[in-house]
């Protein structure tokens, strides 16, 4: 995710109290296939619904 969005902030866990965000979920990927990732993103829509208490990520690879 950072490779990709190397300006942004955002967090897949949210600590309570206080709000703190954390980027806790990840995509683990060798050099190799790290350049055939084309796209990743948090889905928040778990999180906010609270069925879970973390945001999915989700990653699309070429190849």
Request: hydrophobic share 35%; proline share 3%; aromatic share 14%.
């Amino acid at each position: 995710w950072r490779s990709l969005h190397l300006d942004v902030r955002e967090y897949s866990w949210f600590s309570r109290p206080g709000d703190n965000g954390f980027r806790l979920d990840y995509v683990f990927a060798g050099s190799d296939l790290a350049r055939q990732i084309r796209f990743c993103e948090f889905d928040h829509a778990p999180r906010t619904s609270g069925e879970t208490d973390h945001s999915g990520l989700v990653a699309i690879v070429d190849g």
